[in-house]
């Protein structure tokens, strides 16, 4: 069985095709090739502005944290989950220029039988913590509100998610025009920024469905049937040999399994506002990637090809992953960010200042690749493991 089936057997997505397809025919705002769809400035009415609003969550992360608290009782773990669905927005609205003047709004729905209030305070408390702490790296966030609803009739523990909205001049958007010659620099998933209290794993919040089930073993299935969909397919339900507390070498030493799971992901904030203040006019392109993983900018591409040969050595959790999942590579590097999940695209020239900023923030970074014409999107991922295409 191709691996590829074995994902979507989960009832997920690494491209979502499907929700592509249906969104294809609207409109894709003032500049059609930027990251985020940005619209007029209906809020201020003012023709050099423009509005841009975001909306994402963690995912089925939050599944994890709630088997990683339900058996270690750390309650720290929420506060992760809160960064997870906060940078999921924010890093995305930061690739079309957009590093400060944001306001959040939260939502979350729990199974209040689950999910007791004192885990929605850690909650309220994480985002509480996480805004600060991007203040201090002059990144300006508003928590205006949010909604908390009990639905258990159709969660089945919690989910959290966040919508952030900004007003910004049209002068400072930054728009994907990706530029033959474009060398591509990497901004490492994992590791540890300045800005961050532990080793990051890089996980960041995509394929997790998959991450969680391949590595985790079976016990957990009858001890927490409520983690998964009891649809889901016997044999791809905590199918791995792994437990919670077991340790992985990494280079920020032994670490819990559950512990890199959870890796809170990283935001690139701090560095987007430090690149964009001093290198605007040198950014062809900007890409976050998530969803898709390192395919993630083939819709960004102008009849070009993304050759991503330098791509960082594996972090030791994707490794793990591979290995208890049996997955194929190429499909690895379409669901997982596989070590880097920033993408700038500048000319060769500028491109040892970008990763010198990067490392200045305790970032790893590097030249991944190129882009050369083609005359068709396509992305070519030459690594140890082999060389995939994808159109």
């Known amino acids: 069985m191709a691996e590829i089936d074995r994902y979507s057997r989960r009832g997920v997505s690494a491209g979502k095709e499907e929700v592509h397809a249906a969104i294809q025919h609207l409109d894709k705002g003032l500049y059609p090739n930027a990251f985020c769809k940005i619209i007029p400035d209906v809020a201020g009415g003012d023709p050099l502005f423009c509005n841009l609003m975001h909306a994402d969550t963690a995912g089925s992360k939050t599944s994890l944290a709630y088997l990683y608290w339900k058996e270690t009782g750390d309650m720290e773990v929420w506060k992760g989950i809160v960064q997870d669905a906060i940078v999921m927005n924010l890093d995305d609205m930061g690739c079309v220029g957009c590093t400060g003047g944001i306001i959040l709004s939260s939502t979350i729905g729990r199974n209040k039988n689950l999910i007791p209030g004192d885990v929605v305070a850690a909650l309220i408390q994480g985002t509480t913590e996480f805004i600060g702490e991007m203040q201090k790296w002059g990144v300006d966030i508003i928590l205006s509100g949010g909604e908390t609803a009990d639905v258990g009739d159709i969660v089945r523990t919690l989910d959290v998610g966040f919508t952030a909205f900004a007003r910004i001049r049209r002068a400072d958007v930054i728009e994907n025009k990706i530029e033959n010659g474009d060398l591509i620099v990497g901004l490492a998933s994992f590791g540890q920024a300045v800005y961050e209290k532990a080793y990051n794993s890089g996980i960041g919040s995509n394929g997790l469905t998959s ?6 073993a079976s016990d957990y299935a009858l001890r927490y049937p409520e983690t998964f969909d009891p649809l889901s397919p016997k044999d791809l339900v905590y199918s791995g040999s792994k437990k919670l507390g077991d340790l992985l070498q990494t280079s920020g030493g032994d670490v819990q399994v559950g512990k890199l799971l959870l890796s809170p992901t990283r935001t690139y904030l701090p560095f987007l506002r430090a690149l964009i203040g001093t290198h605007r006019q040198h950014i062809h392109g900007l890409i976050h990637c998530t969803g898709g993983a390192q395919t993630k900018v083939l819709k960004f591409l ?13 972090p030791p959790l994707f490794q793990l992953i591979q290995e208890e999942s049996g997955a194929s590579w190429r499909e690895m590097y379409q669901v997982f960010n596989m070590g ?14 970008v990763i010198a900023l990067a490392g200045s923030l305790g970032i790893s970074a590097t030249v991944i690749g190129r882009v050369e014409a083609s005359g068709e999107n396509r992305v070519i991922v030459d690594t140890q493991h082999g060389t995939f295409e994808y159109a």
Not at 211 to 216: E, I, K, S
Not at 302 to 314: E, H, M, N
């Open 302 to 314: 102008r009849g070009q090809t993304a050759i991503k040969d330098g791509l960082f050595p594996i």
């Open 211 to 216: 991450a969680r089930h391949d590595v985790l």
């Open 340 to 353: 880097h999940r920033l993408e700038v695209f500048v000319r060769p020239e500028i491109a040892d200042e």
